[in-house]
């Protein structure tokens, strides 16, 4: 049974900084794409970051590129979101997504997803 667990949300002032942690379970995790995604209420669902198998290559969103940086360890099966000079429009559900093979910005293209972890930045 694959699983995924964001965890690292919380509540920060505007200017500030979250690493955010996917934790993933019950798949070859170094065989799999990695993406970050959001949804703010009453918003779609998002693309924010996206990482290859093995880390070399990434892709953002135009929207958080400077200030997002996405990472992997293979060897902890962990996927992380370190989000600097957060906005309060960053304010969103967070989810973390699997995508065996290829990289890809298309929430479409991906298989597993975990639960989500809330990011709320205040102004």
């Known amino acids: 049974q694959v699983q995924l667990v964001e965890s690292g949300g919380g509540l920060v002032q505007a200017g500030g900084s979250l690493r955010l942690s996917c934790a993933a379970s019950?798949?070859?995790?170094?065989?799999?794409?990695l993406g970050w995604f959001r949804q703010a209420p009453g918003k779609e669902r998002e693309f924010v970051a996206a990482i290859s198998r093995s880390g070399g290559d990434t892709r953002y969103a135009d929207s958080v590129k400077g200030r997002f940086t996405i990472s992997r360890d293979n060897t902890k099966n962990t996927v992380y979101l370190q989000m600097n000079s957060l906005k309060p429009e960053d304010t969103a559900v967070y989810y973390c997504?699997?995508?065996?093979?290829?990289?890809?910005?298309?929430?479409?293209?991906?298989?597993?997803w975990g639960q989500g972890t809330q990011v709320t930045v205040s102004s």
């Open positions: 997504a699997a995508r065996l093979l290829g990289i890809s910005n298309n929430a479409d293209m991906y298989r597993y």
């Open positions: 019950g798949l070859t995790f170094s065989s799999y794409a």
